[in-house]
């Protein structure tokens, strides 16, 4: 744990707006309609989780049935043993068995747009999935991939990515998605952790109008890492690229080609479904190890609920993120594919080409569910309520954030601009690996407040503790905890077991340690206070501090660096750097400049510095642990500094202080 665990702002919030009297008449019923009704179905949750959780997997299609519920051996938990099933049959299959074939299941807009200033629009129905996954899965199987084989996945958001994802789970083969933002270096790194030799990419994407060259970052990975012997490349930009016969493929000729016929591959509820790689606070990314039934009843049950889904009331459901991260994977994809809602996928930026493009989307499909990241929403506040209001926004019932914590001031903004004050917003925390909303409220349930998430999802027992697992009196700073396994609860870190339970279960003995600080007010709302660990929360991006610091001082001119997170507008957290030089080296914008470049490079554009510093040395403790704490007061600006601070500087500031050892 980070050398200055901070949990100390308490802060005060005391409007309350309970969900909407009119909410279950607008919404085709709420599925859980009061608090009381959640209180209820949230102890028998806890209590009967064998009964609860079978009741919402009988609710899906199994081949075989599970013979036990749950089994936890802490740290390891099973769910639905012995059951077999397959995720792309009840996100596809299932719904062209019960004669919804032709409903739409992907709404997709393209960034780009034609003269007139129309984007390019495709719907996908549940027929054309099922084609088009069979299709692409017996393209895999002709390039060699077999079950539990690893077959990564760098895509921009074309309707061809969900495909993607799903053709590999229809084959029972493990798919590793990379965020079309991180860089080869990052690609060649997780490829090689995850013994992968099939990458899935595109020629381009599209973002604000330029193209970010995924294939030629495909190539550059290849060079790093001989592991890569294919790669299928789908044509969207028609930008230039570098062909290597006998190792590139043209997805759109093996796919024209393919048989559109490949039933799904029964897979037992324990078969590992994906890895997702993510920060944590030291080394490389890790491989989070997601399973087959657990994984997919928990998002099915949480789409349903925390959005209030329901699939005949012509619900449209956008969420923004892409599917390069957990959100994507579980509210783009595979929680929303079973509650027959379509799902908006949209490709590019929510500026492109002008700030009200989000809006715009939401006017044109009548979208009903709107579920973004705060970082998004205080950058639409600072552009200006003006773009929201030249659109119909009517049409929306339910608003989301995730991902970071959100400020009141951009919460009440979304709940009166966006929402005009009808729509109850639900603040989902939970992260990569627990896979789905862990604590959120139900919008037709809960009272909200803003700033908190609220309250433990069905099968949640969440605390705030100390060290020893002791639960905390009513607004005291404490660690977040969850003390009962769930069924989409990660399995695993691929190929690091010691790495799994040192992380996660050895904190708080006994109990699942997410990495974040929280409190629980009065009411037993939770309030969460960011991490409480080294690693940092960019813009809604999990980053490892030590990652971004080994980034940095893999350059020529560095010695030594240490990065700290500093208060960002729109960010909320930016990523504020010190660097010592190597030799007589003068520090100089170009410098700056060279590093951060270095930094995308190494990792991707979105760990660059926002603010680099130069000092002749790092601060230290006797002990020799770098003094964060006071660097974040220098970052933040508590402690002015100029351009080259001395470390005598430093150590008199921190003397002053009363932070040394
Ligand atoms: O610190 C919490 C923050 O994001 C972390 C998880 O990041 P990641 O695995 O990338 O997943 C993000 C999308 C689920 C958490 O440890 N976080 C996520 N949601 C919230 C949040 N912090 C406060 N409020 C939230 N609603």
């Given at each position: 744990?980070?050398?200055?665990?901070?949990?100390?702002?308490?802060?005060?919030?005391?409007?309350?707006?309970?969900?909407?009297?009119?909410?279950?008449?607008?919404?085709?019923g709420a599925h859980v309609g009061s608090l009381e009704e959640y209180r209820a179905m949230h102890k028998r949750s806890l209590d009967d989780?064998?009964?609860?959780?079978?009741?919402?997997?009988?609710?899906?299609?199994?081949?075989?049935?599970?013979?036990?519920?749950?089994?936890?051996?802490?740290?390891?938990?099973?769910?639905?043993?012995?059951?077999?099933?397959?995720?792309?049959?009840?996100?596809?299959?299932?719904?062209?068995?019960?004669?919804?074939?032709?409903?739409?299941?992907?709404?997709?807009?393209?960034?780009?747009?034609?003269?007139?200033?129309?984007?390019?629009?495709?719907?996908?129905?549940?027929?054309?999935?099922?084609?088009?996954?069979?299709?692409?899965?017996?393209?895999?199987?002709?390039?060699?991939?077999?079950?539990?084989?690893?077959?990564?996945?760098?895509?921009?958001?074309?309707?061809?990515?969900?495909?993607?994802?799903?053709?590999?789970?229809?084959?029972?083969?493990?798919?590793?998605?990379?965020?079309?933002?991180?860089?080869?270096?990052?690609?060649?790194?997780?490829?090689?952790?995850?013994?992968?030799?099939?990458?899935?990419?595109?020629?381009?994407?599209?973002?604000?109008?330029?193209?970010?060259?995924?294939?030629?970052?495909?190539?550059?990975?290849?060079?790093?890492?001989?592991?890569?012997?294919?790669?299928?490349?789908?044509?969207?930009?028609?930008?230039?690229?570098?062909?290597?016969?006998?190792?590139?493929?043209?997805?759109?000729?093996?796919?024209?080609?393919?048989?559109?016929?490949?039933?799904?591959?029964?897979?037992?509820?324990?078969?590992?479904?994906?890895?997702?790689?993510?920060?944590?606070?030291?080394?490389?990314?890790?491989?989070?190890?997601?399973?087959?039934?657990?994984?997919?009843?928990?998002?099915?049950?949480?789409?349903?609920?925390?959005?209030?889904?329901?699939?005949?009331?012509?619900?449209?459901?956008?969420?923004?993120?892409?599917?390069?991260?957990?959100?994507?994977?579980?509210?783009?994809?595979?929680?929303?594919?079973?509650?027959?809602?379509?799902?908006?996928?949209?490709?590019?930026?929510?500026?492109?080409?002008?700030?009200?493009?989000?809006?715009?989307?939401?006017?044109?499909?009548?979208?009903?569910?709107?579920?973004?990241?705060?970082?998004?929403?205080?950058?639409?506040?600072?552009?200006?309520?003006?773009h929201v209001e030249k659109h119909d926004l009517s049409s929306l019932q339910v608003l989301g954030t995730v991902g970071e914590p959100i400020?009141?001031?951009?919460?009440?903004?979304?709940?009166?601009?966006?929402?005009?004050?009808?729509?109850?917003?639900?603040?989902?925390?939970?992260?990569?690996?627990?896979?789905?909303?862990?604590?959120?409220?139900?919008?037709?349930?809960?009272?909200?407040?803003?700033?908190?998430?609220?309250?433990?999802?069905?099968?949640?027992?969440?605390?705030?503790?100390?060290?020893?697992?002791?639960?905390?009196?009513?607004?005291?700073?404490?660690?977040?905890?969850?003390?009962?396994?769930?069924?989409?609860?990660?399995?695993?870190?691929?190929?690091?077991?010691?790495?799994?339970?040192?992380?996660?279960?050895?904190?708080?003995?006994?109990?699942?340690?997410?990495?974040?600080?929280?409190r629980r007010d009065e009411r037993g709302y939770f309030w969460i206070m960011g991490r409480v660990d080294d690693v940092i929360n960019v813009?809604?991006?999990?980053?490892?501090?030590?990652?971004?610091?080994?980034?940095?001082?893999?350059?020529?001119?560095?010695?030594?660096?240490?990065?700290?997170?500093?208060?960002?507008?729109?960010?909320?957290?930016?990523?504020?750097?010190?660097?010592?030089?190597?030799?007589?080296?003068?520090?100089?914008?170009?410098?700056?400049?060279?590093?951060?470049?270095?930094?995308?490079?190494?990792?991707?554009?979105?760990?660059?510095?926002?603010?680099?510093?130069?000092?002749?040395?790092?601060?230290?403790?006797?002990?020799?642990?770098?003094?964060?704490?006071?660097?974040?007061?220098?970052?933040?600006?508590?402690?002015?500094?100029?351009?080259?601070?001395?470390?005598?500087?430093?150590?008199?500031?921190?003397?002053?202080?009363?932070?040394?050892?």
């Open positions: 744990m980070s050398d200055s665990v901070e949990i100390t702002s308490v802060l005060k919030e005391d409007r309350v707006f309970p969900p909407p009297a009119d909410f279950g008449a607008r919404s085709g989780p064998a009964g609860f959780w079978g009741e919402v997997a009988s609710e899906l299609d199994w081949f075989e049935p599970w013979t036990e519920v749950c089994e936890w051996k802490l740290p390891d938990a099973k769910w639905f043993l012995g059951g077999k099933t397959n995720i792309c049959h009840n996100c596809v299959d299932r719904q062209v068995d019960q004669g919804h074939g032709d409903q739409v299941a992907i709404l997709w807009e393209s960034e780009t747009t034609d003269s007139q200033g129309a984007p390019e629009i495709r719907r996908l129905t549940y027929a054309d999935l099922k084609r088009e996954t069979a299709k692409l899965a017996n393209v895999l199987e002709g390039l060699g991939v077999k079950k539990g084989d690893v077959v990564t996945i760098y895509m921009g958001m074309v309707p061809e990515l969900a495909i993607a994802i799903l053709a590999c789970a229809r084959i029972g083969a493990v798919h590793s998605v990379i965020f079309g933002g991180f860089s080869s270096q990052a690609i060649a790194d997780r490829v090689e952790d995850a013994d992968s030799s099939v990458v899935l990419t595109c020629d381009g994407s599209w973002r604000r109008g330029t193209i970010i060259p995924l294939k030629a970052n495909v190539d550059q990975a290849c060079k790093l890492s001989d592991k890569i012997k294919s790669v299928l490349v789908l044509t969207r930009c028609q930008n230039a690229i570098e062909w290597q016969d006998g190792r590139d493929h043209r997805w759109g000729e093996l796919v024209a080609d393919a048989s559109d016929v490949r039933p799904c591959e029964p897979m037992d509820s324990e078969d590992m479904l994906f890895l997702l790689y993510t920060s944590g606070s030291t080394g490389k990314p890790k491989g989070i190890v997601h399973t087959t039934g657990g994984y997919m009843v928990y998002t099915y049950l949480t789409s349903k609920l925390t959005f209030n889904l329901r699939p005949d009331e012509d619900q449209v459901y956008w969420c923004t993120a892409d599917i390069g991260w957990i959100t994507g994977h579980s509210y783009i994809v595979y929680g929303l594919l079973p509650n027959r809602v379509p799902t908006l996928m949209y490709e590019g930026a929510p500026n492109h080409p002008a700030p009200n493009r989000f809006w715009d989307i939401v006017e044109r499909h009548k979208v009903t569910h709107f579920y973004t990241a705060p970082t998004a929403i205080r950058a639409f506040m600072k552009w200006g309520d003006e400020n009141p001031e951009a919460w009440i903004w979304y709940r009166d601009v966006i929402g005009a004050g009808r729509c109850p917003i639900v603040d989902t925390w939970w992260q990569t690996e627990t896979g789905g909303h862990m604590l959120t409220p139900l919008p037709g349930a809960t009272p909200t407040v803003p700033g908190s998430c609220t309250l433990p999802f069905f099968g949640i027992d969440a605390a705030v503790v100390d060290q020893d697992g002791n639960e905390l009196p009513a607004n005291t700073g404490g660690l977040l905890a969850i003390r009962k396994p769930w069924p989409s609860m990660l399995r695993g870190i691929f190929g690091d077991r010691e790495r799994f339970v040192e992380t996660y279960f050895t904190k708080i003995k006994g109990m699942y340690f997410p990495g974040d600080g929280a813009a809604g991006h999990r980053l490892g501090t030590m990652e971004v610091e080994s980034a940095i001082a893999s350059h020529d001119s560095v010695v030594e660096a240490a990065v700290v997170g500093m208060p960002h507008e729109i960010k909320g957290t930016a990523i504020a750097a010190f660097v010592t030089l190597a030799g007589d080296l003068e520090p100089s914008d170009e410098l700056r400049q060279a590093l951060r470049d270095h930094v995308a490079q190494a990792i991707g554009a979105i760990a660059k510095p926002d603010m680099i510093r130069f000092c002749d040395a790092l601060p230290k403790t006797r002990s020799g642990k770098i003094m964060r704490r006071l660097l974040r007061d220098i970052a933040a600006g508590t402690d002015s500094g100029q351009d080259v601070t001395t470390l005598e500087d430093l150590t008199v500031l921190a003397r002053l202080r009363g932070d040394e050892e």
